[in-house]
């Protein structure tokens, strides 16, 4: 057995992002609540959008120019070919690339391991946003925007309110994936996705927002 019931998904959700107890049968289960925020990063596709007739390093990272919600690493260095590849979709699965290889990165965004890490932005002002753990910051899985506690079956939220990031007192890159973790550096990975439209934030930009409607899905 695998699969949570409806009744288990809102009680996890509400449990970690929403401030609530975990509600369920046993006192020690139902003690306490989840944490009081969670911190939302921004990771960054190193090599660019689908680089073409590029050289790239082991290491280097990158997304499709049409999302796919993958991200892929470079595994073995090369140039890249003048017209895209199609990109594999089977987690941890190579999509050849010129002379290069890129390899999907569902495992390592699963593990949080040092593939991932190294690609947060760092510096130039960056920090992750602080969401503090309530009703009112995250929805209900009933409907985007609820504040009462979740009743639905969809098993997932979204943020109700803007998340703003700080000014970029230098280049952060292309930012391709957003990792919600339960500290403000290091910690550990909750929930990862790839941004369905990547995007270039160099120094002086205007500050960078997350609106209203990220969704994370527990699934």
């Known amino acids: 057995m695998s699969a949570l019931t409806d009744f288990f998904e809102n009680r996890i959700l509400d449990f970690i992002l929403r401030g609530q107890a975990l509600g369920i049968t046993g006192a020690s289960a139902a003690a306490g609540s989840g944490p009081t925020s969670t911190f939302l990063g921004l990771y ?17 990272t ?20 003048a017209s895209e590849p199609t990109w594999g ?14 390899t999907e990165m569902t495992p390592d965004f699963d593990a949080m391991n040092a593939n991932v890490t190294a690609i947060e ?7 992750r946003v602080s969401i503090a753990s ?30 703003t990031f ?17 500290a403000s550096s290091g910690g550990n990975g909750l929930f990862w996705g790839v941004m369905q439209t990547p995007k270039v934030i160099n120094i002086n930009d205007v500050v960078p927002v997350n609106p209203a409607g ?3 899905t527990l699934a």
Request: proline residues 4%; charged residues 5%.
């Open 62 to 81: 990158t997304v499709p120019a049409t999302s796919n919600g993958r991200m892929y690493r470079c595994t073995t260095a090369g140039t890249t070919g």
């Open 44 to 60: 960054r596709a190193t090599a660019g959008v689908s680089p073409r007739s590029t050289a790239v390093t082991v290491g280097q």
């Open 89 to 102: 979709t089977t987690n941890g699965g190579t999509t050849s690339d010129g002379t290069a290889v890129w």
């Open 121 to 127: 932005v760092s510096g130039g002002g960056y920090g």
């Open 134 to 163: 309530s009703l009112a910051n995250w929805a209900g899985t009933q409907a985007a925007a609820s504040t009462t506690a979740s009743t639905g079956s969809s098993g997932q939220t979204s943020n109700n309110g803007t998340l």
């Open 166 to 182: 700080p000014t970029p007192t230098a280049n952060w890159g292309t930012v391709a994936a957003m990792v919600l973790s339960d």
């Open 214 to 216: 990220f969704s994370l």
